[in-house]
């Protein structure tokens, strides 16, 4: 939160495992251009192939780097780019949003001493009892989970 006027806004990331229609791509695209700029400079990063929301986000001003990843080997080379670009960014916090990008966000956000970091946990159900394994193991990563609920 700024405390004065000449304050410059905050940077926040935000990581997302891809931006293809869906609804954690929706919300994260509404919170991304709901975010007052006077106060927040956010930036989205997608560890999979540009999508749908990649453009709505883009236009609606905001910076979005794509790293192409898809499948477990392209996994090394998404980490190191994740990690160069929040240590360039330099943001305050970092938002993560579905399983793989939280994994990611996790190692890379401590990697690149993002002060804050924050896992969206979106889908209750597993698809592999490693995933809450996982999950589990890299939660001491992580500041504070933030969990969708029926309002």
Known sequence: ???????????????????????????LSQLVLGLNRDEWL???YCLGPRGHFADVIEAGGVTVECFGGSGVMSLPRVLLRLTQALRRFRPAVLQTFL?????AGRFAGRLARVPRIVSGIRVADRRSRWYGRIDRWT?????HNVCVSQG
């Open 42 to 44: 956010p930036r989205v």
């Open 99 to 103: 399983f793989h990008a939280n994994i």
């Open 1 to 27: 939160m700024k405390t004065t006027v000449e304050s410059a806004p905050i940077p926040i990331a935000f990581c997302i495992t891809e931006l293809d229609r869906g609804g954690a791509e929706r919300a």
């Open 139 to 143: 939660n001491g990563l992580v500041d």
